[in-house]
């Protein structure tokens, strides 16, 4: 935003404010908060600490020592924002997704060469967990974590962890468990997903799946073709007890086979036509097959005599291709129409929107800093930008500019 833009809004702006820093028990906390964000929103190329002072006219060592030495919890400003950006999001789902930051160096926390869909390629890198809110027309991060890889543990990552103030309890935890302690922490607070959405980096985990089971959250995940299942008429088989040690249980007799079999099995003619959503020349639509399976591989969850429970299959296969193009699997009810499944199913394209704004207008790749609580301080006020900004667009009182 320009000056004159943000000066328009600037009533606005101290009203979110004053009420996203409450929490901050002291007075220079809530203001050096809210001059972050105005930091934040206006424009500038970078929106590193020195950049923004000096659009700002202050001394970068007020927004340095407020991210990196200050003490306030980060959890508290972030709860407040996750309940806000409910209420103005009005979510259909939510999204859990990852991304990364480039990084130079290896005194960044959380910084290795990984593999980052930012890039495309292993690079040297951050990656931050996070959990977005969405509906059709809006969106908005709830949390955020980053990523440690495993060379940050152990005594060879004492030295760094050190440096970076890496709290003794904060070690290396796989991406998808980093998910479920978000949505746990929300959870805490009252705050539950209708439908959790994902990429296949968590939807082919067993553990992430099993995980949003146990918690009894419904969910929509993108899968691998090859990722195996039993036909929905597989039913197990209990072996004969021979009278010593444990009764044996349940296990099925048929090979399962991948998703990608099933579709084709099926064929294309099985399945119909869906549009989802508009897009900005036509409806967005494609050819689908819906089928029942019960998902095999690691860790199924059968129920007490041994039965998998029927999960959907959705194959996307477009005209002129030989097999489908992309699968997803959900718990939701069977009786779940097919035009809701396929809505949901691609709702997560509207993280992409977010992660491109949070980067390129609000700054959520330039934090220079080696702390760990300032990167996620960091990460936590460019989301109430975010958020801000979120909010005058879908205010009907806001300015038309904002």
């Known amino acids: 935003m320009r000056a004159g833009e943000l000066a328009a809004v600037r009533m606005r702006l101290e009203e979110f404010a004053s009420e996203v820093f409450a929490p901050l028990v002291r007075r220079d906390q809530r203001e050096k908060g809210a001059l972050y964000l105005r930091g ?46 409910v209420a103005s999001v009005r979510p259909q789902v939510w999204v859990v997704d990852d991304t990364g930051f480039p990084k130079d160096g290896r005194c960044s926390p959380g910084v290795a060469r990984q593999y980052s ?10 990656i931050g967990v996070s959990v977005h809110a969405a509906s059709d027309t809006a969106s908005c991060p709830l949390s955020w974590r980053l990523f440690l890889p495993a060379p940050w543990d152990g005594p060879e990552a004492a030295a760094r962890r050190r440096a970076c103030r890496i709290p003794e309890a904060e070690h290396h935890r796989p991406k998808w468990q980093l998910a479920l302690d978000m949505l746990d922490e929300l959870a805490a607070t009252g705050l539950r997903p209708a439908v959790l959405v994902a990429d296949t980096g968590y939807g082919a985990n067993a553990d992430f799946r099993r995980g949003l089971e146990d918690r009894g959250l419904a969910y929509v995940l993108q899968a691998k073709g090859e990722m195996t299942a039993h036909g929905e008429q597989a039913a197990p088989h209990q072996p004969a007890y021979g009278g010593l040690g444990p009764r044996p249980l349940p296990r099925y007799r048929t090979s399962p086979c991948s ?24 409806a967005m639509s494609s050819h689908f097959v819906f089928l029942r399976v019960r998902l095999a591989g690691r860790r199924p969850k059968p129920a007490d005599d041994g039965t998998i429970p029927l999960v959907w299959l959705i194959a996307q296969w477009p005209g002129g291709e030989s097999e489908p193009v992309k699968y997803w699997i959900s718990n939701l009810p069977a009786g779940m129409p097919a035009k809701d499944l396929v809505r949901l199913a691609k709702a997560r394209w509207r993280i992409e929107h977010d992660y491109r704004e949070l980067k390129t207008a609000l700054g959520l790749d330039h934090f220079e800093g080696r702390s760990f609580t300032g990167w996620h301080r960091h990460v936590t006020l460019v989301t109430a930008a975010h958020l801000f900004l979120t909010e005058q667009r879908t205010s009907p009182k806001a300015p038309a500019r904002a």
């Open 40 to 85: 934040l929103l206006l424009d500038g190329r970078r929106k590193s600490m020195q950049p923004m002072a000096e659009r700002l006219g202050v001394d970068h060592q007020q927004l340095q020592q407020f991210m990196t030495s200050s003490t306030w919890a980060v959890q508290d400003v972030q709860s407040r924002l996750a309940w806000r950006a």
């Open 117 to 126: 869909g930012t890039l495309g390629k292993v690079g040297n890198c951050q």
């Open 259 to 282: 998703l990608r079999e099933h579709a084709l099995t099926a064929g294309r003619d099985s399945g119909r036509t869906v549009s989802w959503r508009k897009g900005s020349k036509a």
